[in-house]
């Protein structure tokens, strides 16, 4: 996950880098802190570290701060599991249903 990688006085930062030894614990807090902080305006988390945390990912519902699904250069990215284009897809197909 990442933001413009800032670091404050209180040593708080707004990134979290994942590799092998981050746990998935340490990925779902992370995840909860950028997502309740109001100086973060965009989480970019990739694919495959989304798909750890899918549960906490599917049930985010705020418009702020975005969450953006990106493609790792390890894992190719799958359309099936983005959680803003399986959103786009169902409001199109309720907004198709309802104007019939």
Do not use: C, W
Not at 51 to 67: D, E, G, H, T
Request: a positive charge; proline letters at 5%.
């Amino acid at each position: 996950m990442a933001g413009v990688g800032n670091v404050d006085i209180r040593r708080k930062t707004t990134y979290l880098i994942v590799d092998s030894k981050t746990t998935v614990r340490q990925i779902e807090d992370a995840f909860k802190e950028f997502s309740s902080r109001d100086d973060i305006a965009i989480i970019l988390i990739s694919q495959y570290v989304a798909n750890m945390i899918r549960f906490l990912v599917n049930s985010y519902n705020k418009p702020v701060p975005a969450i953006l699904e990106i493609p790792s250069k390890d894992h190719p990215y799958d359309p099936a599991h983005d959680s803003v284009l399986s959103r786009v897809k169902y409001l199109f197909s309720a907004e198709s249903v309802s104007q019939r």
